[in-house]
């Protein structure tokens, strides 16, 4: 974002900076706690409250500013969930990152959500859905997006996904994703709601 403000207009990227100043140091404290915490991350750690679209505020504040992306933000207040924070955060800024991503530089629209929904079992969940307007996906390469070592991008890595989903499953929730080839795509990610509050 920095660099992009340097490009359009150099003059006010000491206000920018002062704008910004908390949402770096967040991240950066964030980055830190990752990185102490790389060893243990494919363990189980107890999970705690926390509030998904808390979360997912948290994240949208350090992209906004991405050029040629409209992100949008659709949040419920009482997303609530058990789950590990560093876990969580992890789920929403890679959903974030893939949905930017997907619009190729041409520009576009991501909107991430939040709602209680019930399920057919009448169970209370809170869904996250990250939604864009990019390039989309086929059947075969939706069938093999959450595999290791997949990727629909020239420079990736193939383990984002995967790791998503896992982080998913360890917080017993579920994620499935719609996608259209040239109409973009949306994740869906469903987790218990931690209660205290009605669908």
């Given at each position: 974002?920095?660099?992009?403000?340097?490009?359009?207009?150099?003059?006010?990227l000491p206000?920018?900076?002062r704008?910004?100043?908390?949402t770096?140091q967040?991240?950066?404290?964030?980055?830190?706690?990752?990185?102490?915490?790389?060893?243990?991350?494919?363990?189980?750690?107890?999970p705690?409250?926390?509030?998904?679209?808390?979360?997912?505020?948290r994240?949208?504040?350090?992209?906004?500013?991405?050029?040629g992306?409209d992100?949008?933000?659709?949040?419920?207040?009482?997303?609530?969930?058990?789950?590990?924070?560093?876990?969580?955060?992890?789920?929403?800024?890679?959903?974030?990152?893939?949905?930017?991503?997907?619009?190729?530089?041409r520009?576009?629209?991501?909107?991430?959500?939040?709602?209680?929904?019930?399920?057919?079992?009448?169970e209370t969940?809170v869904?996250?859905?990250v939604?864009?307007?990019?390039?989309?996906?086929?059947?075969?390469?939706?069938?093999?997006?959450?595999?290791?070592?997949?990727s629909?991008?020239?420079?990736?890595?193939?383990?984002?996904?995967?790791?998503?989903?896992?982080?998913?499953?360890?917080?017993?929730?579920?994620?499935?994703?719609?996608?259209?080839e040239?109409?973009?795509?949306?994740?869906?990610?469903?987790?218990?709601?931690?209660?205290?509050?009605a669908?």
């Open positions: 974002h920095l660099t992009q403000q340097v490009q359009d207009d150099p003059a006010r206000d920018v900076f704008e910004r100043q908390g770096f967040s991240s950066i404290s964030y980055l830190d706690e990752l990185a102490g915490n790389y060893a243990r991350l494919g363990q189980r750690r107890r705690v409250r926390c509030d998904l679209s808390e979360v997912v505020e994240v949208a504040a350090g992209m906004q500013g991405t050029s992306v992100l949008r933000a659709d949040l419920c207040k009482d997303a609530v969930v058990f789950a590990d924070p560093i876990s969580l955060r992890r789920i929403v800024e890679n959903l974030q990152d893939n949905a930017i991503d997907s619009l190729a530089g520009g576009g629209n991501v909107t991430v959500s939040t709602e209680r929904v019930r399920s057919d079992s009448g969940r869904r996250l859905s939604s864009d307007t990019g390039v989309g996906m086929s059947d075969v390469q939706r069938a093999h997006i959450f595999d290791d070592f997949y629909t991008k020239p420079a990736g890595g193939g383990l984002g996904l995967s790791i998503v989903r896992r982080l998913v499953m360890d917080l017993n929730g579920t994620i499935q994703v719609v996608s259209e040239g109409r973009g795509s949306r994740f869906i990610v469903e987790f218990p709601a931690a209660g205290g509050g669908a």
